[in-house]
């Protein structure tokens, strides 16, 4: 099935347009009650930078490198 057709059934078969809009509904709702006040979803220990500015710990060794050359300067 093609996008069109898809969107051609939803529009004249009343059924499945009300089975759709339920299921974007209950999706919807999950959404909003799992990720409602969730701010930061990655937990990793971090580096200050500046006091305003804090970065996750680099996992590779160049990155390490990276960070100590562009800190220093």
Do not use: Q
């Not at 089975?19 to 006040?37: A, K, P, Q």
């Not at 220990?45 to 390490?64: A, H």
């Amino acid at each position: 099935m093609d996008a069109l057709s898809i969107i051609n059934t939803l529009i004249a078969e009343k059924k499945v347009l009300a089975i759709f809009c339920v299921l974007e509904l209950m999706v919807v709702s999950f959404l909003i009650l799992f990720t409602n006040g969730t701010k930061n979803i990655y937990h990793s220990k971090k580096i200050k930078l500046t006091d305003k500015l804090e970065i996750p710990t680099p996992i590779r060794r160049w990155t390490t490198w990276y960070i100590m050359v562009v800190t220093e300067k």
